[in-house]
T-cell receptor
Framework: KNQVEQSPQSLIILEGKNCTLQ??????????LRWYKQDTGRGPVSLTI?????NTKSNGRYTATLDADTKQSSLHITASQLSDSASYIC?????????????FGAGTTVTVRA | DVKVTQSSRYLVKRTGEKVFLECVQD?????MFWYRQDPGLGLRLIYF???????EKGDIPEGYSVSREKKERFSLILESASTNQTSMYLC??????????????FGDGTRLSIL
């Protein structure tokens, strides 16, 4: 079972609307959580990174939240644009022994329609 | 800006062939990684390297090998390609401070089809 679960698997929204993506994880011990945006045919690009002590981080119209107690994160997209159409990937990092282990969610595919 | 360049965007090979995927980064990063990405599974780590001539197995190393002769270049090798290795392959690099702790910069991927 994947230690990082994302929901929904996909969603369609109208341009200008807001949406929220969810990420639940069981990874432990927690080090940090990142959200990546992956455009079709491109590699993932980092949007935000949050450590245990941070509960919100913004990058333009993208706002990520983290609740380390419930092991949940969300990515909120405000006033969506056509260019927001992409896959959004949640990645959780655990510090094990002397190394970090990354666990990747399967991603949420967002389609923004005019 | 960090640039991670993968030599091919699309590649078609035959079963049993030896396949080389090349990746080059221009930011003098110590760490480099190879992932495969399949629908519904997320990225899975194949191999990574934290220094020249060093390599570590990831979560799914079977059927693959790697080579890192120079700091900027990390090659993924499919010794004898099989159809279940048809996938999107992503290369990434990061600075040190923990082998996988720092944010990773990804290439645009190589979509490999094995016929």
């Amino acid at each position: 079972k994947n230690q990082v679960e994302q929901s929904p698997q996909s969603l369609i929204i109208l341009e200008g609307k807001n949406c929220t993506l969810q990420c639940n994880y069981t990874v432990s011990p927690f080090s940090n959580l990142r959200w990546y945006k992956q455009d079709t045919g491109r590699g993932p690009v980092s949007l935000t990174i949050m450590t245990f002590s941070e509960n919100t981080k913004s990058n333009g119209r993208y706002t990520a939240t983290l609740d380390a107690d419930t092991k949940q994160s969300s990515l909120h997209i405000t006033a969506s644009q056509l260019s927001d159409s992409a896959s959004y990937i949640c990645v959780v990092s655990a510090l094990t022994s002397n190394d970090y282990k990354l666990s990747f969610g399967a991603g949420t595919t967002v389609t923004v329609r005019a | 800006d960090v640039k991670v360049t993968q030599s091919s965007r699309y590649l078609v090979k035959r079963t049993g062939e030896k396949v080389f995927l090349e990746c080059v980064q221009d930011m003098d990063h110590e760490n480099m990684f190879w992932y495969r990405q399949d629908p519904g599974l997320g990225l899975r780590l194949i191999y990574f390297s934290y220094d020249v001539k060093m390599k570590e197995k990831g979560d799914i190393p079977e059927g693959y090998s790697v080579s890192r002769e120079k700091k900027e270049r990390f090659s993924l090798i499919l010794e004898s390609a099989s159809t279940n290795q048809t996938s999107m392959y992503l290369c990434a690099s990061s600075q040190n401070s923990g082998a996988r702790g720092q944010p990773q910069h990804f290439g645009d991927g190589t979509r490999l089809s094995i016929l």
